[in-house]
């Protein structure tokens, strides 16, 4: 069963092919696998299949290493475009793959660089049943009031402008409470940021996962609270990880721009495959 380990900005998957698998992934088999120690330690996992579309290059799963399943990644669908153009995949500089969140287009732009268009994004969602148009809401977590900004991004985003003290959050400790409030019915991931200018420094705790190095829609979401509230795109978002770019439209059209790996490539064992069987 081999896999190729990956990372963009310090966000590392296990990225596997459908045709490779001698099994269905269950939560149980995601968790193991992503697991540390004990498995492949990973923020989470990229199934690729082919597409049965011919408009599309392949269709990507992701999966959490709490075993669910996210809708859409922007790191990791950027390394799976990259995975799939050096894998053989496709040729093309451009293509679409297709995601639970709906198809997103990346474009290569460099050995190990690409751009992604994430579609539209928008403050109105059933991630937030309760909320305005304006996506604008008010909760309380850590003994503290929060006001946030919810995007919807192909997931959930709940954005939360910092005026200061955001280096000295203990998101392990505000994170689980936020991504799990009952404003939220289907758990939310959480950015932390503050503006100066057109560059925004963001930290993230996702949803599934807990504080990440980085995320793609993270620094999307970020990028999106930010331009609603005045600040000049395009957008430099500063991750724990590294830098992406974010581009937002007038009408909140969403573009990113960043950089991945390749880490290692493997195979795991007889012995570790039978006992995921």
Known sequence: MRFEKWQALGN??????????????????????????????????????????????ATLQIFNPDGSEADLSGNGARQAALYLRSAGWTDDDGFSIVTAAGAVKPTITGPGTATMDLGQASTRSDDFPSGDEDGRGELSAGEREWAFQHVAVGNPQCAIEVESGLEELDLSAI?????????FPNRTNVS????KGSRVRARIFE????????SGT???GAAVSA??????????????????????????????AGAAEPVFS???????VRSLE
């Open 12 to 57: 590392d998957y296990i990225i596997l092919e459908r045709q490779g698998l001698p099994f269905e992934l269950t939560p149980k088999r995601v968790r193991r696998l992503c697991a540390a120690h004990f498995g492949a330690h990973s923020d989470g996992i990229l199934l690729l299949s082919p597409s049965e579309d011919p408009a599309h290059v």
């Open 175 to 183: 994170g689980p409470e936020i991504e799990n409030h009952a404003l």
């Open 192 to 195: 932390f940021w503050h503006a």
């Open 207 to 214: 949803r599934g996962v807990g504080e990440t190095l980085s």
């Open 218 to 220: 993270g620094a999307a």
């Open 227 to 256: 331009y609603l509230r005045g600040s000049p795109g395009p957008h430099t978002v500063e991750l724990d990880g590294g830098e992406l770019e974010v581009t937002v439209s007038a009408d909140l059209e969403l573009r990113i």
């Open 266 to 272: 493997g195979e795991f064992s007889p012995e570790f």
